[in-house]
């Protein structure tokens, strides 16, 4: 299964992204795998799906939940030509993007705001590891955003690690369709 999310998508882009409305509950999404969960915010995985944005095959997309209802998706960019597009894509659309620099995660972030909706592109100049979030900012703000990053770089930890080592939660018919990453 293909999910596209796009230049032609973009106008959507502030009702739903990779085929999911911002705001759903989590009870009316039953292909969804629980990674991890603390208190209020949970993330969760759309296993055996391929997903594509602005043209270019994500591995994988953690989507995020605030009591129960969606409000993020983080995507993993594993080439640095694709950041670089993706870059590139996101500018001509939304605009220059507000730049930060970190030094204690050695991070550059690139965020651009339009409407409901804040896309930030990550890149960790130590690991080289690349990251795309979306938020939808009504749910989004409500949660505090530190706390829901640092949450969410927990996730990325709930991928295998080891080989032939998987989540709890996943059955043995979804690993073939898994990353073996940590991000």
Excluded: C
Excluded at 83 to 111: C, D, H, M, W
Excluded at 162 to 173: D, H, Q, S, Y
């Amino acid at each position: 299964m293909v999910i596209t999310a796009g230049p032609v998508a973009a106008n959507s882009l502030q009702s739903e992204i990779l085929g999911i409305k911002w705001g759903t509950d989590i009870s009316r999404l039953k292909d969804l795998v629980k990674l991890w969960q603390s208190d209020i915010i949970s993330f969760y995985l759309k296993p055996g799906v391929s997903h594509t944005i602005y043209d270019f095959r994500i591995p994988s997309v953690v989507y995020g939940f605030f009591s129960g209802r969606f409000f993020a998706a983080y995507a993993r960019i594993d080439d640095p030509v694709v950041f670089s597009r993706l870059k590139s894509e996101l500018t001509a659309e939304y605009g220059t993007p507000r730049v930060k620099r970190t030094a204690k995660n050695e991070q550059q972030i690139l965020t651009w705001r339009k409407g409901d909706i804040k896309i930030k592109l990550k890149h960790y100049q130590q690991d080289g590891q690349m990251k795309l979030a979306f938020y939808y900012m009504p749910l989004s703000e409500v949660v505090n955003e530190t706390q829901q990053e640092e949450l969410q770089e927990k996730t990325w930890t709930l991928f295998p690690i080891e080989r032939g080592k998987a989540p709890e939660n996943l059955k043995p018919e979804d690993l073939p369709s898994i990353p073996l990453f940590r991000f």
